[in-house]
């Protein structure tokens, strides 16, 4: 199935997928590995261990009764150390549990594929494995995979967009793990009644399309299509996929099985299939390591809680002093302020910058060019939020639709004045908030 | 060995990537479209029409820079928008005009229209139109002798009238179209050749850095309001005075024309339609100038019209 012929205004970005032929390597374990309890989009989970304690691979360390909530697993065996206080990614301080690992990697005896006998036990089982959708939102994959509506959700989109630069860990997945994929979208398809399921694959990944179309042929599974997107930012967030698929309007605010969709990153199936095969929980993530400060940039699969200065060490250190490190891609990944932010779920990719790329951009005026209003997904009119942000008029943010806003990052990315427009349009969004609640 | 972290690295809000596009490369991008108006300046009225132009860059990236440095702002001459500004005052005088009267051209444009407004992205009106307009006025004279293009063939005189001041006041040979869209006729140094405008123009849109809504909606209402008034030759008026220089550089200036595809469409008709009214109706015989000045004052109320009708409070948006 080719794509929708009508498309959301979209822009070109550079693509830097220097590592697309890097075959992904497992990374060795680590001396110590520092888990975090904030790993998921809600609340954070509380220690099941203490110091001292001895863990093995796959054991629940950390659970909380919260409804936005997955648990998180031990990714080493060894013994804990310690709980700490460590700064998040986010800014705040989160908890987390530091394992010195005895390089054995025992595996926890309790680990068998889960029995799955209806739905309810199918939303129990993606729960305990602790599954958080792995594109980067983190929101924990249960709850989306059981909508109040789930009646009238029929579609399964899988997000294969890997618009942002540099990035390829997804790329590599289609090529090393199809199968899966494929078993993912059967099983989740099969325990929420969907008919149809979609795999959108940007065009700039051919090998991965014709690939995951000769399987599905030969598994004969013709409720399965995969869908060709343009290779365009930002083709891989949620509300642009779901509308270059199946053609409808997605605003902010709404769910998409309230379109009839489940969307789920091909990460988080890959991994659903993979689980229900082994009953391994999410315990290590594939992640591309680049930029201009990495000796050896390739994809990596590394035990999550693992320092991002032991994952650069693995990929032969840095070449040059790295001023700039991001967790994600560029357009939308975070600046972490230290090397020693351990790996979390959501992570797909560590690129750490020395020089030009480290350095923010200087602002000058804008010159009304209306490049932000063309790059926008939405048709939004940037330019006007931040005069309307600079003079503190939540009205207008409102009337100007600010919270359609999703900050992909486009408007930052064309602004010829180099003005920090997607910020500002974060600003923005936390001031009408902060405004409403008064 | 102690492993060592790196515990400063730079924070900043997402995108952490710019394009390579920025204000300087738009401005130079503009320039280089304005090359073939300039070889052709060069061509039809000699080595003064170079002078003029360099005389007119030189003086509003002076006039720029003095500015800035007297007011203690950043310096923006490196943006190009100010050499920008210079070509186009250039463009838009004869190349007889006395170098002073330039000079004063170039002083309006600079510190009176963009400075004082704020510097780039904050004046309300075409900094090179005003200019025109302002020296138009001020020096009626020297802003109407027009010196004899090479191409209009030998001729004992040195200078002559324009197409349009002709259709105006009368008295001379009407040029044929040919000549007209080439530039074999009188004029300022950058107008002349429709040609060589048409050329930087679809270079310009090519590249993306002007759409061509402006210029199609302003250049196609002269046209049919040409073909509807009688007497009115529609290919003269396109080929005619500022008009190609004004549609495709002037009124698709970024700060002073809306920012909406719809406001686009209202701007270039309206400056179609003041064009045409000028210089058939008016008492001068060219309407460009006037036409962009006045859409400019206008155009922050086209943006509020088009903003407030595309997103409405409360409703979703299309």
């Known amino acids: 199935m080719s794509q929708q012929k009508k498309h959301l205004q979209s822009i070109r970005v550079s693509h830097e997928k220097h590592t697309s032929a890097c075959e992904t390597q497992v990374m060795p374990v680590p001396d110590t590995v520092c888990i975090s309890m904030s790993q998921h989009i809600g609340a954070p989970c509380k220690p099941l261990v203490k110091k001292g304690d001895y863990v093995k691979v796959g054991q629940p360390i950390g659970d909380t009764d919260a409804f936005v909530s997955a648990p998180i697993h031990s990714s080493v065996s060894g013994t804990v150390t310690g709980i700490e206080g460590i700064r998040s990614v986010m800014g705040g301080e989160d908890q987390a549990i530091v394992i010195e690992t005895d390089k054995k990697q025992e595996v926890w005896e309790e680990i068998k594929p889960p029995e799955v006998n209806s739905r309810e036990d199918f939303v129990k089982a993606i729960r305990a494995s602790g599954l958080v959708g792995l594109g980067g939102a983190s929101f924990p994959t249960h709850i989306k995979y059981n909508p109040q509506n789930i009646d009238e959700v029929d579609t399964l989109i899988v997000n294969g967009a890997e618009c942002e630069p540099f990035i390829t860990s997804d790329h590599r997945l289609m090529l090393e793990n199809p199968q899966e994929i494929i078993d993912g979208c059967v099983i989740v398809m099969e325990q929420l009644g969907l008919k149809e399921g979609y795999i959108g694959i940007e065009e700039n990944k051919q090998d991965a399309i014709s690939l995951l179309n000769k399987m599905l042929a030969e598994q004969n599974h013709p409720e399965i299509k995969t869908v060709t997107l343009r290779a365009r930012y930002p083709q891989g967030a949620e509300r642009v996929l779901v509308y270059e698929v199946t053609g409808k309007t997605m605003n902010a605010g709404v769910l998409p099985a309230q379109l009839g969709v489940i969307l789920s990153n091909i990460t988080t199936i890959a991994f659903v299939g993979q689980y229900f095969k082994t009953g391994r929980p999410l315990t290590t993530k594939r992640i591309t390591v680049d930029g201009s400060a990495v000796t050896e940039p390739k994809n990596i699969i590394a035990p999550i809680g693992t320092s991002i200065a032991d994952i650069i060490a693995f990929c032969g250190g840095y070449k040059a002093e790295p001023k700039k490190i991001l967790m994600g891609g560029p357009m939308m990944g975070r600046a972490i302020f230290s090397d020693r932010t351990p790996l979390v779920k959501n992570n797909n990719a560590i690129l750490a910058f020395a020089g030009a790329q480290a350095i923010i951009p200087e602002e000058t005026g804008c010159i009304n060019c209306g490049k932000c209003h063309k790059a926008c997904p939405f048709k939004l009119l940037p330019t006007a939020f931040a005069t309307a942000y600079e003079n503190k008029d939540a009205d207008r943010l409102n009337q100007l639709q600010i919270m359609q806003c999703m900050e992909c990052g486009s408007c930052s990315y064309v602004c010829p004045a180099r003005r920090p427009l997607g910020f500002i349009n974060k600003l923005s969004k936390a001031f009408v908030k902060e405004e409403a609640n008064k | ?318």
């Open chain 2, 1 to 318: 060995m102690e492993k060592q972290y790196y515990d400063n690295l730079v924070v900043s809000s997402a995108p952490h990537a710019v394009s390579n596009v920025d204000t300087t490369k738009v401005m130079g991008t503009v320039l280089v479209a304005l090359v073939p108006a300039f070889a052709v300046g060069i061509y039809q009225f000699g080595y003064k029409a170079a002078v003029q132009t360099i005389l007119c860059i030189a003086a509003c990236i002076v006039f720029e820079w003095l500015f800035n440095a007297l007011m203690k702002r950043k310096q923006t001459v490196g943006d190009l928008s100010a050499a920008l500004t210079g070509v186009l005052i250039a463009f838009n005088i004869p190349a007889s005009l006395p170098y002073w009267m330039s000079i004063v051209g170039c002083f309006v444009a600079i510190v009176i229209v963009k400075q004082l407004f704020g510097g780039i992205g904050q004046n309300l009106v075409n900094p090179a139109v005003t200019a025109r307009i302002v020296l138009f006025i001020s020096f009626a004279t020297e802003m109407t002798t027009w010196p004899i293009p090479r191409g209009a063939g030998a001729t004992d005189a040195t200078t002559g009238p324009t197409p349009l001041g002709i259709l105006s006041e009368g008295g001379g040979q009407m040029p044929s179209n040919l000549d007209m869209f080439l530039g074999n006729i009188g004029g300022c140094i950058g107008e002349v050749s429709a040609l060589a405008l048409l050329i930087g123009g679809i270079f310009l849109i090519w590249r993306g850095i002007i759409s061509p809504i402006i210029p199609v909606c302003f250049l196609g209402t002269v046209f049919v309001l040409a073909l509807i008034v009688p007497g009115q030759d529609p290919i003269f008026h396109l080929c005619a005075g500022g008009l190609m220089l004004g549609a495709f550089f002037c009124a698709t200036d970024y700060v002073t024309s809306p920012i909406m595809p719809l406001g686009k469409v209202i701007f270039g008709i309206g400056c179609g339609i003041l064009t045409f009214v000028i210089r058939v109706y008016g008492a001068y015989p060219e309407g460009v100038s006037f036409a962009i000045l006045l859409m400019n004052i206008l155009t922050p109320h086209i943006d509020n019209f088009c903003t407030s009708r595309a997103y409405k409070k409360g409703g979703g948006k299309e």
